[in-house]
């Protein structure tokens, strides 16, 4: 119990500045954008990633994002991938991850939330939606 | 004029009746983890369609562009080519090293210290790496004692790791001295696998 309790009050220490951050961008190669809201931001190494967020890559662009429930997702070049819905209980390791490709090329390794109640990660595309229960996997939406 | 519109509008709705439906391809395939070769399981829920189990590696789900779906099987290679630079940019995986020292000192044993050159190489494949050191002791000498040397072995091991180059606002350090043995000991019993510090990444 007490280790749990250090690698959870380390962890907070280790944790983005905003609570709204649920990510972090920690591959990012060639064109790579965050559009939140309005903004378009870049997305170096390092940018956080918030619920809303809609990660865009140029032909040349790939990203690859850790989530705080260990959850890792990347996308390949060409791609519109949204965070329609992400949250993470740290405690009860209960939460919701709704991602949604609308185009481009996604992989993905499951975290902490799908090993406690699978199927809680879902990735909706323009004509189906997944149901994660486990761990790796890749999606693509060609182009029409 | 308006029954000009009238069999304009009718013509239209006919021509939607009977042109097939075109939707974006779409893939979906279960890829085998590349750190254990752990298969695992999605569920894919066409709009409309009934859903799909797949849990064989490189199973795969396809929507056609005219909306018909099928399952099938890829190739590892298939995979490779189509999602090569996406899977290339999955960051690493969390993981977990545990190095040791020797009795009553900050030094590593020289097992360790061959296997911190490894443990330095996979930390510095990591861009921007989260890393947590926590050093622990024996079960030999008191509580304040034991709480400075483990300090001092999870600061060792960050020093090093800030002397390979890793920023060294990336890595926390703390001592847990002998409150968290790995092998149950009475007190004061020198115990090897609890003189140890442990590195938590992601």
Redesign the interface.
């Known amino acids: 119990m ?2 749990t309790w ?2 959870i009050a ?2 907070s ?2 944790a983005p500045a905003f609570a709204a951050d649920v990510g ?4 990012s ?1 060639g064109s790579v954008q965050i559009q939140r809201g309005a903004e378009k931001l870049p997305a170096p ?2 940018a956080a990633i918030q619920p809303n967020d809609v990660i865009v890559t140029g032909a040349d662009g ?5 989530f705080i429930d ?1 959850s ?6 060409n791609s519109v991938f949204a965070i329609d819905k992400y949250s993470f209980d740290t405690t009860t390791h209960q939460g919701e991850f709704q991602g949604n490709l609308r ?1 481009g ?6 975290g902490k939330m799908v090993k406690q109640s699978p ?1 809680s990660m879902k990735i909706r ?20 | 004029m308006r029954w000009l519109a009238l069999i304009a509008v009718a013509a239209l709705a006919a021509a939607c009746a009977n042109t097939p439906k075109h939707v974006a391809p779409e893939m979906f395939a279960v890829v085998p983890s590349a750190a254990d070769g752990h298969v695992g399981t999605i569920v894919v829920h066409p709009d409309g369609g009934r859903d799909r189990v797949i849990h064989e590696a490189y199973g795969v789900e396809r929507i056609r562009s005219d909306g018909t779906v099928e399952d099938g099987q890829l190739s590892e290679a298939q995979v490779k080519e189509t999602f090569g630079s996406t899977l290339a940019a999955l960051p690493g995986r969390p993981a977990s090293f545990t190095l040791y020292f020797l009795e009553g000192k900050d030094e590593l044993t020289p097992d360790s210290k061959v296997e911190m050159d490894r443990v330095l190489a996979e930390l510095k494949r990591r861009p921007l790496p989260d890393i947590m050191v926590i050093g622990h002791s024996d079960s030999v000498g008191g509580l304040s004692y034991n709480d400075k040397l483990s300090l001092a072995r999870a600061e060792r091991v960050r020093d090093m790791m800030i002397g390979m180059g890793i920023p060294a606002d990336r890595i926390q350090a703390a001592g847990r001295g002998k409150r968290e043995l790995l092998v149950p000991t009475e007190d004061n019993v020198s115990e090897a696998r609890n003189r140890r510090v442990e590195i938590n990444v992601r």
């Open positions: 007490r280790k250090v690698a380390l962890l220490l280790a972090l961008v920690k591959v190669k190494v390092g790939s990203a690859g994002v850790t260990n890792l997702v990347s996308v390949g070049p185009q090329r996604l992989a993905a390794i499951s199927e595309t323009p004509s189906a939606i997944m149901g994660v229960r486990g761990t790796e996997f890749v999606v693509e939406v060609a182009q029409n």
